[in-house]
């Protein structure tokens, strides 16, 4: 894997909308603006590429401005990072735009970036997966850096300032609190904090002992399984395949599955269908080990233990469960293809080389 460089001071960031627009709607000015704020802060200079701000109906209609937005921020050879507005659904709609163009897939494999993002994004991470280049599974721009409390969380922000450092190895740390998700993201929400919770659990140990050794590759369930199925768009699966989207068996092998489930917060009946459909693939059949993300608010925590066991059906498999990314708050990084130790006894968890070139 080809893996970008850290983030400097000065640095240029692109903003860019990959799927829903809604950063650009008048409703998430007051997001906008926070989030442009708290860039800046880092000391870095955020660059609105030219369709991020037209919102949720024209970036709907207009996948290939989607993607145009990210070729222009690999060509502009200024922009050292891109972080990823939020997600959506319909992620895949960029990929014949993208992976139809040589300039790009040239431009992406002599010209590494920062990548970050999450959620559907995931369609994102396992194209450049496919490129070869090392992309981040964390931070967003509304999410995270526009969060709207007089601060970014304190975990997240301490996450962020990683982009920034490289050293030789590096533990991924329990949060030593969780948040609830808002359900007021209007400007009068401005200053107010979340509903905050001690960490009672940190991460805990399904099955398996010891230490285990991989490279990270995984992503949201829900979008891998509207990748492996027609569940949400009828050309998804289709158009995925036709782009070998989802990486074959071969290349799971050895990996560490990283893993978890997004702001809908399926039902357990839900939960087992799609982790059923990921058990098809025969994935859990060569992987090393999964780490599983906290689910959002907590909800279901006990029944999605219960069937990651049940469906799994391997003893053998270590799983590590309750770790701070994904849709739940606050969210740490996880880099697609670096080593991971898992130390299963001490319930650690140690990125074992350097994230960055």
């Not at 492996?228 to 158009?239: A, F, G, Q, S």
Request: glycine share 8%; net charge negative.
């Amino acid at each position: 894997m080809k893996k970008p460089e850290a983030l400097v001071k000065g640095d240029k960031v692109a903003i860019i909308s990959m799927s829903s627009g809604m950063l650009g709607e008048d409703s998430a000015k007051h997001e906008l603006e926070l989030g442009l704020k708290r860039i800046m802060e880092f000391g870095l200079v955020p660059v609105l590429m030219p369709n991020a701000l037209k919102g949720i109906e024209y970036l709907k209609n207009h996948p290939e401005a989607r993607a145009e937005d990210l070729k222009e921020a690999f060509y502009d050879k200024s922009i050292k990072g891109i972080i990823c507005a939020i997600g959506g659904d319909d992620t895949y709609r960029t990929l014949p735009y993208l992976l139809e163009d040589k300039d790009f897939i040239n431009a992406v494999q002599d010209n590494p970036k920062l990548f970050t993002g999450f959620s559907d994004t995931t369609i994102n991470h396992l194209m450049f997966y496919k490129l070869g280049m090392e992309t981040f599974y964390g931070p967003c721009f509304v999410c995270d850096l526009a969060e709207l409390d007089e601060e970014m969380l304190p975990y997240t922000k301490k996450t962020f300032q990683k982009y920034f450092e490289n050293p030789e190895e590096q533990c991924i740390e329990s949060s030593k609190t969780w948040y609830e998700e808002r359900t007021d993201f209007s400007i009068a929400a401005i200053g107010t904090s979340r509903i905050e919770h001690l960490e009672q659990k940190g991460y805990e140990v399904l099955q398996g002992s010891g230490k285990v050794n991989g490279r990270l590759l995984g992503g949201c369930l829900e979008s891998f399984y509207d990748i492996l199925t027609k569940n949400r768009y009828d050309d998804e699966k289709v158009i995925c395949e036709k782009y070998g989207i989802f990486p074959g068996l071969d290349e799971w092998k050895n990996k560490i599955l990283f893993l978890e489930t997004c702001e809908e917060k399926p039902k357990p009946e839900e939960f087992e269908k799609e982790l059923l459909i990921l058990k098809e693939t025969g994935i859990f059949d060569v992987i090393n080990a999964i780490i599983v993300g906290k689910p959002q608010d907590e909800q279901y925590y006990e029944e999605y233990k219960e069937l990651y066991c049940k469906i799994l059906d391997n003893k053998d498999l270590p799983i590590m469960y309750n770790v701070n990314f994904g849709h739940a708050f606050p969210r740490c990084i996880i880099p697609y293809g670096i080593d991971i130790e898992i130390d299963l006894y001490k319930k650690v968890l140690t990125l074992k080389e350097a994230i960055f070139s």
